[in-house]
């Protein structure tokens, strides 16, 4: 079993920024894949970035040029630093993390862009 332990989401004025942390632990075979999803209230849980294994990135269009992705490979931990929030960035935040045969999922981190 695979356990994601995120931290760092809270309440922040709109153009600020955060940063989540998601450590993997657990017995983790193989990695194929670390990201960030979020869901709004009444919305469907969407993609925001995902790192694969090789390095790659995808983010989603909402957040090109805001957020940030990245691993540190030895930790087993993704990080998303996320600058210039808006409003609409509101939302609770999961971590996953995938491998070769199934998706790990965190418990969630609120993060809430008002001022």
């Known amino acids: 079993q695979v356990q994601l332990a995120e931290s760092g989401g809270g309440l922040v004025q709109p153009g600020g920024s955060l940063t989540l942390s998601c450590a993997a632990s657990g017995r983790i075979v193989s990695i194929y894949a670390m990201g960030w999803y979020r869901q709004a209230p009444g919305q469907q849980r969407e993609l925001v970035a995902e790192i694969i294994r090789d390095g790659s990135t995808d983010y989603a269009d909402s957040v090109k040029g805001r957020f940030t992705i990245s691993r540190d490979y030895a930790k087993n931990t993704v990080y998303l630093q996320m600058n210039s929030l808006k409003p609409e960035d509101t939302a609770v935040y999961y971590c996953?993390?995938?491998?070769?045969?199934?998706?790990?999922w965190g418990q969630g981190t609120q993060v809430t862009v008002s001022s």
């Open positions: 996953n993390l995938e491998d070769p045969s199934t998706d790990y």
